[in-house]
């Protein structure tokens, strides 16, 4: 008889760990004995799962110490003794809690894989289940090292994301989608792959070679993020004695922000007036290619372009880069950890 695989199980809350009474969707311990059971009863061949709670919360209330809180908690576990991992979460940050993984562990040598629901499990329409019970298929049937995001959206296709890519869900549709696009769709074949060149091939997913990461013992929140708009006022945001040691820059879509404005609408201005600040800003392709005036004028006032990544992976990754110790934080951004650079590469699509 073969051997059931063993899964360790990590319990956060979230609306997949949530239950619904009177209106009020509220976390409730009780829901992964529920997921179990529920996925038990699904005929599927048996799994050994052991069971961990880091903390118990609805997601919207998590915050950097929290990742560190999952992350030592999968150091504290032999993780040679499973098969994989299961990391149920909310959906509200997964992202970042999927990107923090990513930067706060070696790269594992078995799957890690986050999952997370849109109802509260036995709600009409909730993907709970299928996701939970597409993750412990993808672990079982792939043993693809790695950190994973498994989601089912709304045109019932279950989607595969590299969690260093994973975007915040659209409100409308509760859908996920990845920077750049997924690694593939998850179905009773297996793991269906189109030609993506912008993905990492199979071949260096089950080859990982581990590097040691470096270690963050706490998050002092110094961090801040903006998203540009028309009309932002930088006037309003005082940074001169404050905590920030750095700050992300979301701009258009391509790198392109306010730079002529008056009255402190100009990010330029903003930029040079804070030179004790580190300034970040996205949204660039290729900064040795053409460039606007005012990607170029932000560049020359300070301003440091991160090349092809997404918003949600740079700002976890600026938190993990001002926290540690080995590097100094525009050297921590350089480096890749797994994927989150999104990068052309030859690659044919098939089935496994």
């Given at each position: 008889m073969e051997k059931a695989a063993k899964i360790l199980l990590l319990l956060t809350g979230g609306t997949i760990g949530s239950a619904v009474s009177d209106g009020c969707i509220d976390v409730d311990s009780s829901r992964g004995d529920d997921l179990l059971s529920i996925y038990q009863s699904l005929?599927?061949?048996?799994?050994?799962?052991?069971?961990?709670?880091?903390?118990?919360?609805?997601?919207?209330?998590?915050?950097?110490?929290?990742?560190?809180?999952?992350?030592?908690?999968?150091?504290?576990?032999?993780?040679?003794?499973?098969?994989?991992?299961?990391?149920?979460?909310?959906?509200?940050?997964?992202?970042y809690t999927g990107a923090a993984l990513c930067y706060g562990l070696e790269a594992p040598l078995l799957p890690i894989v986050l999952?997370?629901?849109?109802?509260?499990?036995?709600?009409?329409?909730?993907?709970?289940?299928?996701?939970?019970?597409?993750?412990?298929?993808?672990?079982?049937?792939?043993?693809?090292?790695?950190?994973?995001?498994?989601?089912?959206?709304?045109?019932?296709?279950?989607?595969?994301?590299?969690?260093?890519?994973?975007?915040?869900?659209?409100?409308?549709?509760?859908?996920f989608t990845s920077f750049g696009e997924p690694l593939g769709i998850f179905d009773t074949r297996g793991l269906c792959c189109t030609p993506a060149p912008r993905n990492p091939t199979m071949q260096k997913l089950y080859n990982p070679a581990p590097e040691d990461v470096p270690q963050v013992k706490a998050f002092r929140n110094e961090i801040l993020a903006l998203r540009a708009y028309p009309g932002l006022n930088y006037q309003y945001i005082n940074l001169v004695g404050g905590p920030v040691r750095a700050v992300l820059h979301s701009l258009y879509h391509c790198g392109s922000g306010n730079v002529s404005g008056d009255h402190g609408t100009s990010l330029v201005n903003f930029i040079k007036s804070n030179p004790q600040?580190?300034?970040?800003?996205?949204?660039?392709?290729?900064?040795?290619?053409?460039?606007?005036?005012?990607?170029?004028?932000?560049?020359k006032a300070g301003g440091i372009p991160l090349e092809n990544i997404s918003f949600e992976a740079a700002l976890t990754k600026l938190n993990f880069a001002y926290n540690q110790q080995e590097y100094s934080p525009q050297n921590y951004m350089r480096r890749e950890f797994f994927y989150e650079y999104v990068r052309a590469s030859k690659e044919n699509g098939f089935v496994i």
């Open positions: 005929g599927k061949p048996p799994v050994d799962f052991e069971i961990f709670r880091p903390y118990n919360m609805l997601s919207e209330n998590a915050e950097p110490q929290h990742w560190l809180q999952i992350i030592k908690a999968l150091q504290s576990f032999d993780l040679r003794n499973y098969d994989g991992v299961i990391i149920a979460h909310g959906s509200d940050t997964l992202p999952v997370a629901a849109n109802y509260a499990i036995g709600e009409p329409n909730s993907n709970a289940i299928s996701n939970f019970s597409a993750s412990v298929d993808f672990i079982c049937n792939l043993k693809l090292p790695g950190f994973y995001v498994i989601y089912e959206n709304s045109d019932h296709q279950t989607y595969v994301h590299l969690a260093s890519r994973l975007q915040e869900a659209d409100w409308l549709k509760d859908d600040i580190d300034h970040y800003m996205i949204s660039y392709k290729n900064i040795h290619g053409d460039l606007y005036a005012s990607c170029h004028q932000l560049i």
